[in-house]
């Protein structure tokens, strides 16, 4: 009896530490694996990346929400979210990085989106280098796919899906809070004055953040970003929405100061890469939007 008492103690010790191990390893991503990526293409890493570079701010933004921040050695010049991540050595511009810099940095892994020219592409893999390219272009839900591909790429699939599950839970909330309630008519400036003006049509991906916000956006689907100020007069939206920095020219400049949201200050500056950058702050653009599109709702 004594016997089998202490063999009955020393398996379940051993049961408990076998499931202790296996719990400290749900989440793991087993290398290699094989990511497919947002252009359909499949890419096997052969082991966990250490060396990351990333061609896109929304990549920089969400592998710095993914936690993998220490394995980033080169981002863009336009990567400028969070504010640390410019210690981070630049391979330059969004449109023509330095591919000799990229490879000289010796990554594991590059990660592009749509800027990232064919050319390039073949360069670096020429050099034996892994590349994937992610991108959304019309809804939330590509970037819950891009995130939880990330995650995987990079050994982060848990918080990957903790972060997917926080996005969702605030834009359910927004989504409950608003969806009786009226829609205002809604005008995002993304340029305006001489050279003509642009704006998100509803069938993009800022247009789907207003949607969910709860807002009516007045420009139709379209596939040009253009616009013009005659139709916009006409329109005359209730709500104006425009980035940090551009409310003061956009208020005194001709034609726009008879717009009805400008006389009733209803023009409202936001960070606009809250909602032209797809990764993980998008939940926050819904909110911040729906704030603005309806104060009532979310006055406790």
Partial sequence: MIAFGLISCGNNAEKKDNTANQSSQVGEVVYPVTITDSFGKEVTLDKEPKKIISVAPNITEMIYELGAEGKLVG???????????????????????????????????????????????????????KIIGLYEEHDVDGVYTMMETLGKALNKQDEATKDVAAMKSTIKEVTDAVKDLEEPTVYYVVGYGEYGDFSAPENTFAGEIIKLAGGDNIVPAQDNWSYSLEALLEADPEIIIIGNGMKDGFE????????TAVKEGKVYEIDNNLIDRQGYRNAEGVMTLAKIFHPEAFQQ
Avoid: Q, W
Wanted: with cysteine.
């Fill in 75 to 129: 981002r863009t010049d336009y990567c400028d979210y969070p504010k640390e991540v410019t210690n981070i050595e630049s391979i330059g511009s969004l449109m023509t990085p330095d591919i000799e810099k990229i490879i000289s940095l010796e990554p594991d892994l590059v990660i592009t989106s749509t800027h990232f020219d064919k050319e390039n592409t073949a360069k670096l893999e020429a050099a034996g280098i």
């Fill in 252 to 259: 005194t400049a001709e034609g726009y100061k008879e717009l």
